[in-house]
């Protein structure tokens, strides 16, 4: 292969870097070139078939292939990030796994976006905490398999086994005969060889590893504290326009008029006008655009349209009016059966001790600090997008949908989101930046405000349980019922983040247990909020059981580990199951590290509380102290997780930290009002994030094993609420069972 064409090979890997060259539709012949031998060094491709099948390597034109390995000539090597990068890490901790297997030296790597392709990649998004669970297998083998071929390349070179080289450092070496070749060396001859059977490839055990484990600075680091452009706010692209979009602050609403003439007449304001939408909350929903020269005069004219909403089909919900009603459903007991075994009222009939209590927790804003916002350039019978999204595939097939394209005319760039905890797994702001492209003609920038963002959110739903326990003689817990009320949606069950498994912690401990629903109207977008479900189920679950342990007269670590019996899965088989011996394991930790048991001065206790999330085991321990005007002081919250091995302890320890600090804001002062079908909170004057000087000491702690990693983005959260209220408790006697803190009088 002559200079020229690897170097024509070169700019075609670049411009998939770029996101220039759509891998979708590359030729055979492009790919066979990306693909194959180069001048410049080692390209490995990929595909996944489905979740059980191997991974298969480019060898003809039986298959599509991905990149996540390149190793060039001038000793960089460039790996390939597929999912999202939204704040979690996994920017970071998926190119390491690679590098783990590569035996790449970390000062050598170069971490790129991957372009979004999911026929290629396999599954491109960031929720669930899945990223790095689903990936595992993939990148690892991704790995393995360039060093096998460099190994190979290497051993042919010196006339030895295979078997008797060995890599570190980004080199392979010959003890035996004390030769060395480093990656870059050998890129053009590991080119030449056949791609290993990726079944057969020995994967390291996590007592070889080098690199995982270690803490590793986050890649972009340097260029977000720098302010260098990677975010979705960022995006700039030639002869751009910038929008601003006004929907009805009740959800539902539509326009029927409002003073465009007025607004196309304001300085810098380009044209105005209805989009019609199509009604999907997720997609496109009736409003205003509005096009202009900047930003600034784009939203100062959006804040002097008058409209007049046609509200005929409009939500009229009311918060306060739910806290009515749900007290009035539980009074009343009654309720759709979700589970019922054994013989709950014979059990407490013959209690030696019953227990009640009622919990309500509030609607929540994602309030993520970037605003939602989209550039799209709609032309041709063709967009291209670039957004900061959980779900960019997705997103682009909504797209389609609303412009009336193939999916494949849709191109995304997956740019980083200044933050998400579930919000941009919806795609709204995409459809409307589409949308308002194609009628403009022009490229353009949508950027929502934070009321915006904060009016027309898929919130967290509050919820409420009605709890009763029964204890016997043995001062055990005999029996356990949960009256749960929710919210139904259009389909006629729980809305999005508002259900309960009927197997919902403890129930599947106990031979004697009932779960009830009551689902009240509502038609107010919700969605996924981190940790959905048990970002509320935890606070009222696991603060039952520490009142239930101080009626039974029991200490509450030595209480909730008698609930889980033996160590056991509780799904054979389903390695993401809860593990009751890792769950101990987590609790008996917490304790340890916090000091549980030890004399506590007067206004100051340790509370408690354990929850199994998104695969990941955790135990939380909080010291609080309360004076006499119940102010706050976090004086340590301790953190005890089990997720398997960890790749990235810098980035696991951040997580944890701020899984608990997110807690913390949530759980001292954060609710959404709705009155009328209107957000009544719309900015951070009335929605109080915590602030930088209250956030606590966090000690973490994990539990490593070896088994398949799982996510963190999540699971550090639901155990803190209710550690805190229950250390609360013990400092104050003052028990917490309707959030926020604040109103109850509550301060940090």
Not at 497 to 517: C, H, I, K, L, Y
Not at 536 to 558: M, P
Not at 702 to 731: H, K, M, Q, V, W
């Amino acid at each position: 292969m002559n200079q020229t064409t690897a170097q024509d090979i070169i700019n075609e890997m670049e411009n998939i870097s770029a996101g220039v060259l759509d891998l979708r539709v590359v030729d055979r012949r492009t790919f066979l070139k990306l693909t194959g031998i180069t001048g410049t060094g080692l390209v490995l491709g990929y595909t996944i078939r489905d979740a059980a099948s191997p991974v298969y390597a480019a060898a003809d034109n039986q298959f599509t292939a991905n990149e996540f390995v390149r190793v060039a000539t001038d000793g960089k090597i460039y790996l390939y990030s597929k999912n999202p990068e939204v704040g979690q890490g996994i920017k970071t901790a998926v190119p390491m796994v690679i590098a783990e297997e590569l035996d790449a030296d970390w000062a050598d790597v170069i971490v790129e976006q991957a372009p979004i392709n999911e026929e290629l990649y396999g599954r491109q998004s960031a929720g669930g905490s899945r990223s790095l669970t689903t990936a595992w297998d993939q990148v690892r083998k991704a790995g393995a398999s360039a060093r096998a071929m460099l190994i190979s390349a290497a051993a042919k070179e010196w006339g030895v086994p295979a078997s008797e080289c060995r890599t570190e450092a980004s080199s392979v070496f010959h003890d035996a005969s004390n030769r060395r070749a480093g990656y870059a060396s050998l890129a053009m001859k590991a080119a030449e060889e056949p791609v290993p059977d990726l079944d057969s490839l020995p994967l390291k055990k996590r007592s070889e590893y080098k690199l995982l484990g270690k803490r590793i600075t986050g890649v972009d680091n340097r260029k977000i504290v720098t302010g260098q452009p990677l975010f979705g706010i960022d995006a700039v692209v030639p002869g751009m326009r910038y929008a601003s979009y006004l929907k009805c602050p009740a959800a539902g609403g539509s326009v029927r008029s409002a003073n465009l003439d007025e607004i196309k007449a304001l300085p810098g304001v380009e044209d105005a006008f209805v989009i019609e939408g199509n009604n999907e909350p997720t997609e496109l929903m009736p409003g205003i655009a509005i096009i202009a020269n900047s930003t600034w005069a784009a939203i100062s004219a959006k804040d002097k349209l008058k409209v007049d909403w046609d509200e005929t089909h409009a939500t009229r919900a009311s918060w306060s009016d739910a806290q009515k009603n749900a007290k009035d459903a539980a009074s009343k007991g009654q309720g759709e059966m979700l589970h019922d075994i054994g013989n709950v009222d014979e059990k407490f009939a013959e209690a030696e001790k019953s227990f009640e209590a009622y919990y309500e927790y509030p609607f929540l804003s994602h309030a993520p600090l970037e605003p939602q916002n989209t550039t799209a350039w709609v032309h041709d019978g063709k967009a291209e997008i670039w957004s900061p999204t959980q779900r960019p595939a997705q997103g682009a097939a909504s797209v389609a949908g609303i412009l009336g394209i193939d999916e494949k005319d849709v191109e995304v760039h997956q740019l980083r989101v200044g933050g998400g905890f579930g919000r941009r797994l919806m795609n709204d702001y995409m459809c409307e930046a589409a949308a308002i492209s194609e009628r403009a003609g022009v490229p353009v920038k949508l950027q929502w405000t934070r009321e915006d963002d904060m009016a027309h959110d898929f919130y967290r739903v509050g919820g409420f349980h009605a709890l009763k326990g029964a204890i016997d003689k043995e001062g055990k817990l005999s029996a356990w019922q949960d009256h749960f009320i929710t919210f139904m949606g259009p389909n006629k069950k729980p809305v999005s983040g508002g259900d309960m498994r009927a197997s919902e912690f403890p129930v599947d401990f106990f031979p004697n247990t009932r779960v009830t629903q009551t689902m009240l109207p509502l038609r107010v977008p919700t969605g996924p909020w981190r940790s959905p479900r048990s970002c509320g189920i935890a606070f009222a679950v696991q603060s039952f059981i520490s009142e239930l342990a101080l009626e039974a007269g029991r200490d509450h670590v030595e209480f909730l580990l008698e609930m889980l019996g033996e160590p056991r899965w509780l799904e054979e088989g389903n390695i993401d199951a809860m593990n009751t011996g890792r769950a101990a394991r987590v609790i008996k930790l917490a304790a340890e590290k916090a000091g549980w048991g030890k004399s506590m001065e007067k206004g100051r206790g340790l509370g408690l509380a354990f929850h199994f999330s998104h695969a990941g085991h955790f135990a939380e321990v909080a010291d609080i102290s309360v004076d006499d005007n119940k102010k706050l002081t976090i004086n340590k919250i301790t953190v005890a997780g089990d997720v398997g091995p960890i790749i990235n302890l810098s980035g696991a320890e951040n997580q944890c930290q701020g899984a608990v600090i997110d807690a913390l804001s949530t759980t001292l002062g954060l609710q959404v009002s709705i009155e009328n079908g209107r957000i009544q909170e719309t900015n951070f004057h009335q929605y109080p994030i915590l602030r930088m000087d209250k956030a606590p000491d966090v000690a973490v702690h994990f539990i490593e094993s070896d088994a398949r990693p799982t996510g963190l983005g999540e699971p550090a959260l639901p155990p803190a609420a209710p550690a805190i209220c229950n250390a609360i408790y013990a400092a104050s006697g003052i028990r917490v069972r309707e959030l926020p803190l604040t109103r109850h009088g509550f301060s940090v």
